[in-house]
């Protein structure tokens, strides 16, 4: 999309921002300046004046669970009867702000049962979170989609060529983009231990496409795999072979060719695999056990300390952002995103309810609309749906305290989710 100035932009849209946007959604209940942001996008919906009452009846306007965490309920409206109920949680993540963000599974793996944004919140520590990525909603394994980077450990890598991701970076500033990985494993000459090891090159080299990705693997790419991926969820016959890394360099230990049922790699191991294709075909023909290898996993605009992946970028660097290869969704529904500053030293989580009688959701462009509104440099979305959740500590409790579901998951309930990203206070 051709970029044009902020205020033209909105301006075209009907999106009115600052004191001019404040208006009456319902009897007594203005909208905020600060949260305004009101379209032309005019569609039917109930009557407004029941629910904002609904929501302040049960939970506090603003919650500040800690000192830099600030959330508050918000209305903003599109259309004078079609008023969008989201929950906004504002995270200082400056040097001295004590607070940091993670990522978190359940079982700090790739697989393990799903379990919900509130669960992996108690059990983690968290003072708050959201839900991250997408998964397969048929299957009980907690496998997200894409990357999945926990206090520097690479659970899982993202999938290629994929923007919507949010990462921390090694001084804790946070972006949005993508989190470029290479990988390859090199057949060494056996000749040269001795010597340095030297590489060879042709049919001895061969791609390594992702970390602990089950999908990537069916496509019969050559895959990385660590004890941390719990379930494979692969129904064809893979090559595998299971290697150790000593203080010789890395070896191979066993190779194992059509197996239908691979097991979890025990700790300290790890494994090459792949099911199907040419990557079977290399690792049945090229490794042996007591074969000499060198894998090397690389990111090259380096390790994210955190990474988690979502649906679709919706802003880049302040403005519109056409995300071709994102998530894609249609119609009106709960959303969960994320919104950096330009510096990455604050990030705005949220999540917009949808598909009930106070709030009906929103279309994606909706949703860059009034995210363009709240001056975000950068903006994504999460899964949404009935996974959409947000969730915190009750403000001045004890770490030991369960944290509470502030928004209206559209399930009726919380959804069971594979992972999520939390705040914690350091």
């Known amino acids: 999309m051709r970029a044009r100035p902020r205020r033209a932009y909105l301006a075209a849209l009907g999106v009115v921002t600052g004191a001019a946007a404040a208006c009456s959604l319902a009897a007594g209940m203005m909208q905020p300046p ?12 109930a009557a407004p004046g029941a629910r904002g009452a609904a929501v302040g009846a049960h939970r506090p306007a603003v919650m500040r669970p800690v000192p830099g965490v600030n959330i508050r ?48 919140a108690d059990r983690t520590g968290a003072v708050a979170g959201i839900n991250a990525d997408w998964f397969d909603l048929e299957s009980w394994a907690a496998v997200p989609r894409g990357a999945l980077i926990r206090d520097g450990r690479v659970l899982k890598t993202p999938q290629r060529g994929w923007a919507a991701n949010l990462f ?45 990705s089950p999908s990537t693997a069916a496509h019969g790419h050559v895959v990385y795999v660590t004890h941390a991926l719990v379930h494979l969820g692969v129904h064809r016959p893979c090559a595998v072979a299971t290697g150790r890394t000593g203080a010789s360099g890395q070896v191979i230990t066993r190779v194992r060719t059509r197996v239908r049922h691979v097991r979890r790699i025990a700790r300290g191991r790890w494994a090459l695999m792949s099911c199907g294709h040419a990557g079977a075909r290399w690792i049945g023909r090229a490794l042996q056990p007591g074969t000499d290898v060198d894998v090397s996993l690389t990111f090259p605009d380096g390790r994210p300390q955190v990474a988690v ?36 030293r604050s990030v705005l989580l949220g999540v917009v309810d949808g598909r009930s009688g106070r709030s009906v959701g929103v279309t994606q462009p909706q949703l860059q609309h009034y995210l363009l509104a709240r001056h975000c440099w950068s903006a994504m979305t999460f899964d949404g749906g009935g996974s959409s959740t947000i969730v915190a500590r009750p403000p001045g409790a004890s770490p030991q305290t369960p944290v509470e579901v502030l928004n209206d998951p559209s399930d009726g309930r919380p959804r069971p989710i594979a992972d999520g990203l939390y705040v914690y206070a350091r």
Do not use: K, W
């Open 34 to 45: 600060a949260a305004a942001a009101t379209t032309a996008l005019s569609r039917s919906g």
């Open 168 to 212: 921390v970076r090694e001084d804790g500033t946070a972006g949005i983009g993508p989190v470029p990985f290479h990988g390859s494993v090199t057949v060494l000459d056996p000749g040269d231990r001795a010597g340095g090891r030297q590489r060879l090159g042709g049919a001895r080299r061969e791609r390594v496409m992702a970390v602990n």
């Open 73 to 120: 309920h918000r209305f903003f409206s599109l259309g004078l009867h079609r008023p969008e109920r989201v929950v906004l949680m504002r995270v200082d993540l400056a040097p001295d702000s004590g607070l940091s963000l993670d990522a978190a599974s359940p079982g700090e793996s790739i697989g393990a049962r799903r379990r919900t944004v509130a669960t992996l």
């Open 309 to 344: 992946s979502g649906g679709r970028v919706l802003i880049r660097d302040g403005l519109p952002y056409n995300d071709a290869g994102g998530q894609r969704l249609q119609g009106l529904n709960p959303e969960t995103f994320a919104c950096v500053n330009r510096a990455g």
